[in-house]
């Protein structure tokens, strides 16, 4: 068969609409495939995962722990260079990590305390809404996730996030592990990262790595069960959230 | 068409292969960033946009400038821009070129950027970006070309590239709007997040996309036998000045609103770009030569000797997109990302491979654009001999 120019370029511009319109089609028709994999019936489970951490209880030597707990497991690279610097979990004075609610006259406690500060994993997560290729996504117990393999380094979430979470590898990060975890998967070069809840401990019926360092100082549970520690705690005591007047409802609590 | 583009004179032909060799250089580096990451950039955990974002954003500006021309031409039949509405179309063609280039540069994947096409995503506006930009794009390059054409053969265009035509003016404010609706509607980045920000850019895309087409113009007059008219320099000159007016009183209303507020968060960035903040300044010496130059250029053109005269014209137009682009350029970016939201300092200063790699781009667009013109004027001078 011989195809002539016209004829030729009718099949090629057809085809190239075709690339884009297909997954627009998908996405309006809403049945994207969802892959059916069944949960461990040991995995935990809630409706929204939320963390507490109680400030009178942590220290900088628990802060410490946690963050190698998190770290160590999940490679994070330890980059010397601070502007370009991969971390999950770290710590901030408290009047960066709450800057609308710090002021000159606070006690020295409160100044010199070392907020443990990570993703929020938020409710309403403006780093979804931004994200062009939903490599960032909430799972439906609220777990903010990241999917590393589809992320093109945009870095429009490193914009979005107000808490400054996120971390991207401006280079090759594996120099940089110190002794690699091979239970845990390496990052390469170009990706977005972030602390995502140890989903995947969570899936296997334990506890995030933060939580079981932290000697009692940070509480994990379910938001939505009125009968769960976490809001036992957030009923008794005096909690501050950073930020909340940005509407992004962190599922992190400090108790102060 | 393009055949006019392979027959040119020594001169032209040094332009090509000097722009060439500037992109080449750039494609190098490129490729070396490709290898070792963005860390070659000055970009950081705290600025995680740099200098190309802020060229993209710039360019956006210049490539929505070329609708001043189009649309008295096109909806108000202004017959004087009929001559240059080409030019503006291309013009276009090569700032969205480069905004393209830009965008994919600074990914840290690029090899994955169709994941954009293969998971579309709507409530992401980088999504409706890429729509915007590549609509613009080809509506621009199948105007002007066609256009063009009908020109060269003396009959008059086809239905369908007028309706394309008045579509593409429309289309035009979009692709700055939705630009701007990247960075104005993200929380805890109070620099950006204002409502003024679209109409700002919308103002300084239509002072500085018409500065580059008066260059331009007098440039063609000056070098080829074709000539643009001196109306329509003088009406792109009335065009100017009243934009960026506009554009410095935006300006003025935003510093209003932040300083009589007092919000600290909001005054900070301010801070910072224009006095300095605890100690960190890069950006001070920039942002005064943006904005005494910028009020400079407003109280010339608005006096008509100044303007009718091509000679001080033409540098208004330099001042113009120069001080423009300080502001986009180089300071909303950074601007927006210091302080970072745990009001901490991180400053960001290109680096040389960066620089390199963004002249490699422009050299790219501008290699595009002398291409294009070529062709234009090529057709214009043959038809007026």
Same mark, same amino acid.
């Given at each position: 068969m011989r195809i002539n120019r016209r004829k030729f370029l009718k099949i090629a511009s057809i085809s190239v609409l075709g690339f884009g319109v297909k997954p627009t089609i998908d996405l309006f028709a809403g049945h994207e495939a969802k892959a059916k994999i069944?949960?461990?019936?040991?995995?935990?489970?809630?409706?929204?995962?939320?963390?507490?951490?109680?400030l009178r209880k942590m220290n900088e030597e628990i802060a410490k722990k946690c963050i190698e707990a998190c770290h160590l497991f999940h490679n994070v690279p330890h980059i010397p260079d601070k502007k370009r610097e991969i971390k999950w979990i770290w710590t901030e004075p408290f009047e960066h990590a709450f800057p609308g609610q710090s002021h000159e006259f606070l006690g020295t406690e409160l100044i010199e305390k070392p907020v443990l500060v990570l993703c929020n994993n938020c409710d309403n997560p403006p780093c979804v809404q931004v994200c062009p290729t939903k490599a960032t996504f909430k799972r439906e117990d609220g777990i903010v996730m990241m999917d590393m393999h589809r992320c093109i380094g945009c870095r429009f979430c490193m914009a979005a996030c107000p808490y400054g979470s996120r971390s991207f590898n401006w280079m090759d990060p594996r120099p940089y592990i110190e002794k690699e975890n091979p239970e845990y998967p390496t990052r390469e070069k170009g990706v977005v990262e972030k602390c995502d809840f140890c989903a995947e401990r969570l899936d296997k019926g334990l506890m995030p790595l933060c939580v079981e360092a932290s000697e009692g100082a940070?509480?994990?549970?379910?938001?939505?069960?009125?009968e769960s520690e976490v809001r036992r705690v957030l009923r008794e005591r005096y909690s501050i959230q950073r930020k909340p007047e940005l509407g992004t409802g962190p599922s992190i609590f400090y108790l102060i | 068409m393009f055949e006019k583009a392979l027959q040119g004179s020594r001169k032209y032909w040094a332009l090509v292969c000097f722009l060439a060799a500037l992109a080449g250089l750039g494609f190098i =580096?490129? =490729?070396?960033?490709l290898k070792v990451g963005l860390k070659i950039t000055g970009m950081s955990r705290? @600025?995680?946009?740099? *200098?190309y974002i802020a060229q993209f954003t710039y360019l956006v500006g210049v490539a929505a400038g070329g609708v001043m021309v189009a649309l008295p031409c096109y909806f108000h039949n202004y017959k004087v821009f009929g001559r240059i509405t080409v030019l503006g179309e291309f013009l276009a063609v090569a700032a969205i070129v480069m905004c393209l280039l830009f965008i994919i540069i600074d990914l840290g994947k690029p090899m994955r950027c169709l994941n954009v096409l293969l998971h579309p995503t709507p409530n992401s506006i980088l999504f409706w970006d890429m729509v915007v930009l590549n609509v613009y794009l080809l509506l621009n390059l199948i105007v002007g070309w066609m256009a063009l054409e009908s020109e060269r053969y003396e009959v008059p265009p086809p239905k369908w590239v007028k309706f394309l035509a008045y579509f593409s003016v429309v289309w035009a404010p979009c692709i700055h709007i939705v630009t701007a609706f990247i960075y104005s509607g993200l929380p805890g980045r109070h620099f950006w997040l204002t409502a003024i920000m679209a109409p700002r850019f919308l103002a300084s895309a239509f002072a500085a996309g018409p500065s580059f087409i008066v260059l331009f113009c007098l440039i063609i007059r000056k070098f080829t036998k074709f000539d643009p008219g001196k109306q329509a320099i003088q009406t792109l000159g009335k065009i100017i000045t009243y934009t960026i007016i506009i554009n410095f009183c935006f300006f003025?209303?935003? @510093?209003?609103?932040?300083?009589?507020s007092q919000i600290p968060e909001h005054m900070?960035? *301010?801070?910072?770009? *224009? @006095?300095? =903040?605890?100690?960190?300044?890069k950006l001070v010496p920039w942002m005064w030569v943006s904005l005494i130059g910028m009020f400079i250029v407003c109280i010339l053109l608005a006096i008509p000797a100044i303007r009718r005269n091509e000679g001080s014209l033409a540098f208004c137009c330099v001042l113009v997109i120069i001080t423009t682009w300080i502001d986009k350029g180089l300071g909303l970016v950074t601007g927006g990302f210091v302080p970072n939201p745990l009001e901490e300092i991180t400053e960001y200063w290109p680096t040389v491979p960066e620089a390199l790699i963004t002249l490699g781009v422009w050299a790219t667009g501008? =290699? @595009?654009?002398?291409?294009?013109y070529k062709v234009a004027i090529s057709i214009n001078e043959e038809l007026g001999e």
């Amino acid at each position: 068969m011989r195809i002539n120019r016209r004829k030729f370029l009718k099949i090629a511009s057809i085809s190239v609409l075709g690339f884009g319109v297909k997954p627009t089609i998908d996405l309006f028709a809403g049945h994207e495939a969802k892959a059916k994999i069944k949960k461990s019936p040991k995995a935990l489970r809630a409706k929204r995962w939320a963390m507490v951490i109680d400030l009178r209880k942590m220290n900088e030597e628990i802060a410490k722990k946690c963050i190698e707990a998190c770290h160590l497991f999940h490679n994070v690279p330890h980059i010397p260079d601070k502007k370009r610097e991969i971390k999950w979990i770290w710590t901030e004075p408290f009047e960066h990590a709450f800057p609308g609610q710090s002021h000159e006259f606070l006690g020295t406690e409160l100044i010199e305390k070392p907020v443990l500060v990570l993703c929020n994993n938020c409710d309403n997560p403006p780093c979804v809404q931004v994200c062009p290729t939903k490599a960032t996504f909430k799972r439906e117990d609220g777990i903010v996730m990241m999917d590393m393999h589809r992320c093109i380094g945009c870095r429009f979430c490193m914009a979005a996030c107000p808490y400054g979470s996120r971390s991207f590898n401006w280079m090759d990060p594996r120099p940089y592990i110190e002794k690699e975890n091979p239970e845990y998967p390496t990052r390469e070069k170009g990706v977005v990262e972030k602390c995502d809840f140890c989903a995947e401990r969570l899936d296997k019926g334990l506890m995030p790595l933060c939580v079981e360092a932290s000697e009692g100082a940070i509480i994990f549970g379910d938001l939505e069960d009125p009968e769960s520690e976490v809001r036992r705690v957030l009923r008794e005591r005096y909690s501050i959230q950073r930020k909340p007047e940005l509407g992004t409802g962190p599922s992190i609590f400090y108790l102060i | 068409m393009f055949e006019k583009a392979l027959q040119g004179s020594r001169k032209y032909w040094a332009l090509v292969c000097f722009l060439a060799a500037l992109a080449g250089l750039g494609f190098i =580096l490129l =490729l070396w960033q490709l290898k070792v990451g963005l860390k070659i950039t000055g970009m950081s955990r705290d @600025v995680s946009w740099g *200098f190309y974002i802020a060229q993209f954003t710039y360019l956006v500006g210049v490539a929505a400038g070329g609708v001043m021309v189009a649309l008295p031409c096109y909806f108000h039949n202004y017959k004087v821009f009929g001559r240059i509405t080409v030019l503006g179309e291309f013009l276009a063609v090569a700032a969205i070129v480069m905004c393209l280039l830009f965008i994919i540069i600074d990914l840290g994947k690029p090899m994955r950027c169709l994941n954009v096409l293969l998971h579309p995503t709507p409530n992401s506006i980088l999504f409706w970006d890429m729509v915007v930009l590549n609509v613009y794009l080809l509506l621009n390059l199948i105007v002007g070309w066609m256009a063009l054409e009908s020109e060269r053969y003396e009959v008059p265009p086809p239905k369908w590239v007028k309706f394309l035509a008045y579509f593409s003016v429309v289309w035009a404010p979009c692709i700055h709007i939705v630009t701007a609706f990247i960075y104005s509607g993200l929380p805890g980045r109070h620099f950006w997040l204002t409502a003024i920000m679209a109409p700002r850019f919308l103002a300084s895309a239509f002072a500085a996309g018409p500065s580059f087409i008066v260059l331009f113009c007098l440039i063609i007059r000056k070098f080829t036998k074709f000539d643009p008219g001196k109306q329509a320099i003088q009406t792109l000159g009335k065009i100017i000045t009243y934009t960026i007016i506009i554009n410095f009183c935006f300006f003025l209303f935003e @510093v209003f609103t932040t300083f009589y507020s007092q919000i600290p968060e909001h005054m900070n960035h *301010f801070k910072y770009l *224009f @006095v300095g =903040l605890k100690g960190h300044a890069k950006l001070v010496p920039w942002m005064w030569v943006s904005l005494i130059g910028m009020f400079i250029v407003c109280i010339l053109l608005a006096i008509p000797a100044i303007r009718r005269n091509e000679g001080s014209l033409a540098f208004c137009c330099v001042l113009v997109i120069i001080t423009t682009w300080i502001d986009k350029g180089l300071g909303l970016v950074t601007g927006g990302f210091v302080p970072n939201p745990l009001e901490e300092i991180t400053e960001y200063w290109p680096t040389v491979p960066e620089a390199l790699i963004t002249l490699g781009v422009w050299a790219t667009g501008f =290699l @595009v654009l002398t291409i294009l013109y070529k062709v234009a004027i090529s057709i214009n001078e043959e038809l007026g001999e």
